[in-house]
């Protein structure tokens, strides 16, 4: 009898959950309806969890996003754009005006130097001028004679002979006088000066000014530097493992000093080889001007190591599980029990390279990315729905 007992309480115990429902009321038979069992890869919300939720679709698209590159360098000038002016033949300082932060045109005159060796070249030019004049019309002369058998073979190669030693003189007394600035077309005997003009070769600003008045300059010292920032380049150093990450025609985004603003900048040119620190050059333009860059700055510069079109959706549409990534896309409309319910399904991805709020997502084989409509915000609300599923089945 004991056992009876025993064996009748066990039952009860065992079939006393299956009478009560969620909501804790009892059903008969003819009221259990049959549980829909859903696919593991849907998630299933009411209109009211949608809006609870943000749910918001919208579509996949073909975006050119950047695989970047943080680098650093500096803003330098191209060498036809930095002017070293010196005086080849030196002098004492007469005059100038100038001072570090002023602009110049070329053709400006810079400073006023005086030298005696000014007036000698001068001096000795116009002598040597008059004399080639001279041996130009005995050189015509004994030419003309001598065909005539007037003079000697041996008088009209020595005529011929003064005739161009003096021409070379002259000619390498004006190079001299246009090193200095002096145009010899303009030379004659009342111009001769004892001070010349420095002008300026490129127009620019003046980046140094080394000289004072009445301060004697040799040939070989610098008196003004002169900058033009109109056309700049960054000299950006890399690591050697990124070498193969860059090439001519990338484009650039680069700050200076801190600053929020963004510079732009196109890569020209990549070194040719390694450095024994094993970094890498690039060097990129400047197009126009950019406001307060200027030629020996420091800059940090991100390089959009591609610029292709690839399949991207929003960040935020992007969770993670498992160790995978997933994004949610709209699956259907359906009616419940007279309520109307949304399914979503969650599609396995792969992601690629990430660029301003968006991501490359690799999609399986045969997905319509035409039709699909990608959960882009409220997935990872979803995906909550996903894991607590089971409690949410009442």
Do not use: W
């Amino acid at each position: 009898m004991t056992k009876v007992k025993y064996i009748s309480i066990v039952l009860i115990s065992t079939l006393l959950p299956a009478l009560f429902s969620c909501d804790r009321g009892t059903k008969s038979a003819e009221e259990i309806k049959p549980v829909e069992v859903l696919p593991e890869d849907i998630v299933e919300l009411r209109a009211d969890q949608i809006k609870l939720a943000n749910i918001q679709t919208g579509s996949i698209e073909m975006k050119s996003l950047s695989d970047k590159l943080k680098v650093n360098g500096i803003v330098a000038v191209a060498p036809q754009n930095l002017a070293t002016v010196c005086m080849p033949l030196g002098g004492f300082v007469k005059s100038t005006t100038l001072m570090p932060g002023n602009v110049v045109q070329k053709g400006q005159t810079l400073a006023i130097l005086e030298n005696q060796e000014f007036v000698d070249i001068q001096q000795n030019y116009l002598e040597a001028k008059n004399k080639l004049e001279y041996a130009e019309a005995e050189y015509i002369r004994h030419t003309e004679l001598y065909k005539d058998d007037v003079y000697s073979q041996k008088n009209v190669q020595q005529v011929t002979t003064d005739y161009k030693n003096l021409k070379a003189q002259v000619k390498a007394l004006e190079q001299k006088l246009a090193l200095i600035g002096i145009n010899p077309a303009n030379l004659d005997e009342d111009d001769i000066s004892r001070s010349v003009a420095v002008v300026s070769p490129i127009s620019g600003f003046v980046k140094a000014v080394n000289i004072n008045i009445g301060k004697y300059v040799a040939s070989t010292d610098v008196m003004f530097e002169i900058v033009n920032s109109d056309k700049l380049f960054l000299e950006l150093t890399l690591f050697e493992k990124d070498a193969d990450k860059v090439a001519a025609g990338q484009k650039i985004r680069f700050f200076i000093n801190n600053e929020t603003e963004q510079h732009e900048a196109v890569i020209y040119q990549t070194g040719k080889s390694i450095d024994v620190d094993k970094t890498y050059k690039v060097y990129a333009s400047v197009p126009g001007t950019c406001k307060n860059v200027l030629p020996g700055m420091y800059v940090n510069a991100i390089i959009e190591a591609s610029d292709t079109k690839v399949t991207a959706v929003p960040s935020e549409a992007v969770v993670s599980f498992d160790d995978k990534d997933y994004i949610f896309v709209f699956d259907k409309d359906k009616e419940e029990g007279g309520k109307p319910f949304t399914e979503y399904r969650m599609i396995e991805i792969h992601k690629g390279v990430s660029d301003n709020g968006f991501v490359e997502v690799i999609l399986p084989e045969g997905f319509d990315i035409q039709t699909a409509k990608v959960v882009i915000k409220g997935a990872y609300n979803l995906l909550s729905a996903k894991k607590n599923a089971g409690e949410m089945s009442c």
